[in-house]
């Protein structure tokens, strides 16, 4: 059974940067796919960033050149460096895993984390 737990999240001002990390247990980076996603009030879920089990990545256009998802097998820890802060990436951020890249892709996953909030003031 995976268990993903968060953590990194807070309050900054915008411009500012934070490190979000996943920790996972019962399974390696190196079989899963992993994804974050967030979701701020009022709003649906959305994906921000996806890297397969080969290391390639994709982002949501919002986030390019801002955020920086990466992932530590060793640690089985996942990643994401957000950078260049703005008002509108105010969200509870999650993290995610499944072993099908075209599920998470769509915003689909077998396991979630519950979830680190992330508060960008202007």
């Known amino acids: 059974q995976v268990q993903l737990v968060e953590s990194g999240g807070g309050s900054v001002q915008a411009g500012g940067s934070l490190r979000l990390s996943c920790a996972a247990s019962?399974?390696?980076?190196?079989?899963?796919?992993m994804g974050w996603f967030r979701q701020a009030p009022g709003k649906e879920r959305e994906g921000v960033a996806a890297?397969?089990?080969?290391?390639?990545?994709i982002y949501a256009d919002s986030v390019k050149g801002r955020f920086t998802i990466s992932k530590d097998i060793a640690k089985n820890s996942l990643y994401l460096q957000m950078n260049s802060l703005k008002p509108e990436d105010t969200a509870m951020y999650y993290c995610?895993?499944?072993?099908?890249?075209?599920?998470?892709?769509?915003?689909?996953?077998?396991?979630w984390g519950q979830g680190t909030q992330v508060t960008v003031s202007s």
């Open positions: 019962g399974y390696t980076y190196s079989s899963y796919c």
């Open positions: 890297i397969d089990s080969d290391g390639s990545t």
């Open positions: 995610a895993a499944d072993d099908r890249w075209w599920l998470l892709q769509r915003g689909g996953a077998d396991y």
